[in-house]
């Protein structure tokens, strides 16, 4: 592991668990092929939800619009508190709010959580603003439709929002889920 590597890891990991904030009971893993977030509580399945991820693959390649693989994290979460279908251009709020499958353009709504990379392979994550994020176009979601980021529906990525926590490890794979039964 790189120098940088090692300090995305400690932003993400070591420099959160100081200070007190690092997420250590939630897991991510984002399965490509299913088109399915599964979110363990504690080693244990919680939940699962329906996502999007590109429309381009899978890489970390500046500019390919693929989502990346392999570990990451969340490093920063933005638009807790906003109305559902808040749109954000910059990370910022516009203070427009679309419903669920508004037609005309895709933006980013509802929340952001920020990805940073942990490995070499997706290092780019962060610097390529690699988001898990709400979408307008909900019928999209469970085929792939992004330009690299997460989608999910409104309602799913707030609830998710106030779940995990900085420092949250998320795992992007090219395999399929093995779940069994989600706690409620």
């Known amino acids: 592991m790189n120098r940088a590597r090692l300090y995305a890891t400690f932003a993400c990991g070591i420099g959160l668990f100081l200070s007190g904030c690092a997420d250590t009971h939630h897991r991510l893993i984002v399965s490509i092929p299913d088109q399915k977030m599964l979110v363990l509580t504690d080693g244990k399945p919680s939940a699962l939800y329906s996502v999007s991820t590109s429309k381009f693959g899978s890489g970390d390649r500046e500019g390919s ?77 469970g085929t792939p439709a992004s330009y690299g980021c997460i989608r999910m529906k409104s309602a799913d990525v707030a609830k998710l929002y106030d779940l995990v926590g900085h420092g949250a490890h998320v795992t992007i794979t090219e395999s399929s889920l093995k779940v069994g039964p989600v706690a409620p």
């Open 65 to 141: 619009y693929a989502t990346p693989l392999g570990h990451l994290c969340v490093r920063r979460k933005i638009g807790g508190g906003s109305p559902l279908g808040t749109v954000f251009h910059s990370r910022k709020p516009t203070g427009e709010v679309l419903p669920p499958n508004a037609p005309g353009r895709d933006p980013i709504v509802t929340r952001i959580l920020w990805l940073d990379g942990l490995e070499d392979h997706n290092r780019n994550a962060f610097s390529r603003c690699i988001y898990i994020h709400g979408t307008p176009q909900e019928e999209m979601i």
